[in-house]
């Protein structure tokens, strides 16, 4: 079952140097128990689409075209009160930082208590029930006597398991989880990633993970989109991506990843920068690093080619296997 | 925080010993007190007799283990001005001040917090833009200035309220008080207008930039994404954090409060602890400066540590036997 889908979404700001585009024609969809990885460099995108989708983009930035539906419903005009009941209630949202996503004054069960009830009319004995409850199926050991501590008494992948009872707790459909692991040590990534798949399992949550690292996709997502200068470039089955990646974009970044017991010379790595969002090319964004570079692509833009759920913007694939 | 209280009071104590030092010192800046003491033309047994009687021929740390000893029962001698006792005259003169800072601090918390909070949360409206204006200029212009405009135009223009004095007061003990009279309360109005309002703009510029940088933090874009109300994120989740920085800095101003009565007292003739101190300046009476610099410094110690106890209260992160008994 579909839960999201997000069609040619534009998010634009305006500024003194006329209006910048941070993402453009976006477009994809989540399906209940899936989890879509979203991979890119610094300023590709993915963290603009998760905050266009959770209706939380700082102004004066504004979605300038395109549509956002949960379920079949429109949700990318809603009003803010409106937009403020869904945040949390039906999509949640998990931080990068653990360390600094809890509020350090409010202890942990003060703050899953007070979401619990701001969702769900729920007396405060009912919400306590929840909340650890919660806890504990996040993995907190000892939930009775830890949701009275505050905060810096949790290490940082026990708050990362915090985060995420908060943002699961009033029981969404769909969870953006933005680099949920990148300030994590390497050890907890993993533990942190398997919590992940344990709940989007269980409870048939939906989940976008947005991460710059390939390994977190690979171990994680079941399709992955990539982007590219606020593009989707290619979006797919993880193994089909990863394994045959048909954007050259997408093969270089897999060509980067070392592999162990391979010493070559200089580390494979893709020339050139990403250019930034006021200074994109006319044809294809990525065509000025392109290997494949055809007079094509510095002239028109590729369209992207297939389906919702694989697809391929590049002038280099004529046809895309369904 | 039973340790903490402890450690607490005896690095006051400290404090209090070498405030009791310099108050001490003061005494033998102003020359031998002998000299001031006995006729002029005494002889040198008259003058050790004297010397002798008032202790003044032991060492001088005999000296001061008597002053510190005296001090702590809150007896610093007689006035030399007018030969009063000084506790008798300082205890006169500190209800007029405490009511005095009290009306002022009040005033600048009640008024600058909320200022403070409606400006942060709409930095771009027309009142914000107008009441940092204003508080710019009240953050200026100097307090003498601004009070002495006050009094042209509400006591000698307007004609609404008194420009001196503390108007008629009731006596409760030996505190007496403006609270319990319209005539006190009207003429409580200007002096702690003019003695508020450096703080007044200081807290609600402070409380406004403090809320703006918690509302750019992590925890409060997450509130934000958890669908949580406005109302909770910038009164439950956004002021406890501002007010931890405010306290300290509300803290330290508190003793400015006090320090700077000298010049409220001095503009409205107010009859506090200021004024006492200005004429003990003027007329060199040691005693009464001494015992003023004494009272100042230990409030300003007890300001201090109850501030640090009320960190505790706010941040639970400073709750260092709280956390320990949690693991």
């Not at chain 1, 703050?111 to 650890?132: D, F, G, V």
């Not at chain 1, 996709?217 to 979006?235: H, K, L, P, S």
Request: net charge positive.
């Amino acid at each position: 079952m579909t839960i999201l889908t997000v069609e040619n979404l534009t998010v634009c700001f305006p500024g003194r140097r006329g209006t910048i585009n941070a993402i453009e024609d976006v477009s994809l969809s989540v399906s209940a128990g899936e989890i879509l990885g979203m991979v890119g460099e610094s300023g590709a995108g993915k963290s603009m689409t998760g905050a266009a989708i959770i209706g939380l983009i700082e102004p004066p930035g504004r979605i300038a075209k395109g549509e956002i539906r949960l379920e079949g419903e429109r949700i990318d005009n809603l009003r803010p009160e409106a937009m403020r009941r869904l945040r949390g209630r039906r999509i949640g949202a998990i931080f990068q930082d653990p360390l600094t996503s809890l509020n350090p004054v409010l202890t942990v069960g003060e703050q899953l208590i007070e979401t619990i009830q701001t969702h769900l009319r729920l007396p405060r004995s009912q919400a306590r029930e929840r909340a650890i409850d919660w806890l504990r199926r996040v993995g907190i050991p000892a939930p009775e006597a830890r949701i009275d501590t505050y905060p810096h008494q949790y290490s940082g992948g026990m708050r990362q398991r915090v985060v995420i009872a908060l943002a699961l707790c009033a029981e969404p459909q769909l969870v953006i989880a933005d680099e949920p692991t990148t300030a994590l040590d390497v050890s907890v990534q993993a533990q942190i990633i398997a919590l992940l798949r344990k709940l989007a399992r269980e409870t048939g949550v939906a989940v976008i993970l947005v991460t710059h690292d390939m390994g977190v996709i690979a171990e994680t997502a079941d399709r992955v989109a990539v982007m590219y200068a606020g593009r989707i470039v290619e979006i797919g089955e993880v193994a089909d991506v990863l394994t045959a990646p048909k954007h050259p974009y997408t093969s270089g970044l897999m060509a980067s990843i070392p592999r162990i017991g391979e010493r070559p010379e200089t580390l494979p790595q893709i020339e050139g920068a990403m250019p930034r969002p006021h200074a994109r090319p006319e044809g294809c964004a990525f065509a000025p690093r392109c290997p494949h570079r055809m007079e094509i692509c510095t002239r028109e833009r590729p369209e992207p080619r297939g389906t919702l759920t694989r697809s391929v913007a590049c002038h280099l694939t004529e046809e895309v296997p369904a | 925080m039973l340790g903490f209280l402890i450690r607490r009071i005896i690095q006051s104590i400290f404090v209090m010993l070498a405030v009791a030092l310099i108050a001490f010192m003061m005494f033998r800046f102003m020359g031998d007190p002998v000299n001031s003491l006995v006729a002029e033309n005494a002889t040198v047994e008259e003058r050790d007799a004297v010397r002798e009687r008032l202790g003044l021929d032991q060492p001088l740390w005999v000296q001061y283990g008597r002053f510190v000893a005296r001090a702590a029962t809150g007896d610093f001698g007689l006035s030399w001005r007018n030969a009063r006792p000084v506790s008798t005259l300082l205890a006169e003169r500190f209800p007029a001040t405490a009511e005095l800072v009290l009306v002022a601090a009040g005033l600048s918390l009640l008024l600058g917090i909320p200022l403070g909070i409606l400006t942060a949360l709409r930095p771009h409206s027309f009142s914000t833009q107008t009441l940092q204006f204003f508080s710019l200029i009240g953050i200026s212009l100097p307090t003498f200035v601004t009070g002495i405009l006050l009094i042209l135009v509400f006591s000698v223009w307007l004609g609404w309220l008194p420009s001196f004095g503390r108007g008629t007061v009731v006596d409760i003990g030996w505190w007496s008080t403006g609270f319990l009279t319209l005539s006190g309360l009207k003429a409580l109005v200007l002096p702690s207008v003019m003695l508020c309002l450096f703080q007044l703009t200081l807290i609600m510029r402070l409380v406004r930039a403090e809320m703006m940088e918690v509302l750019r933090t992590d925890y409060i874009k997450f509130a934000r994404a958890r669908g949580l109300t406005n109302r909770s994120i910038h009164f439950r989740h956004a002021l406890k954090n501002t007010l931890i920085p405010v306290i300290t800095i509300f803290g330290l101003q508190l003793g400015g409060l006090i320090a700077f009565a000298i010049v409220t007292e001095t503009v409205f003739q107010w009859p506090g602890m200021g004024a006492l101190f200005i004429q003990a300046v003027s007329f060199g009476d040691v005693p009464v400066m001494a015992a003023y610099l004494v009272l100042v410094s230990l409030i300003f110690v007890v300001i201090n540590t109850t501030v640090d106890l009320l960190y505790a209260v706010l941040d639970p992160r400073l709750r260092v036997d709280g956390a320990r008994a949690a693991h």
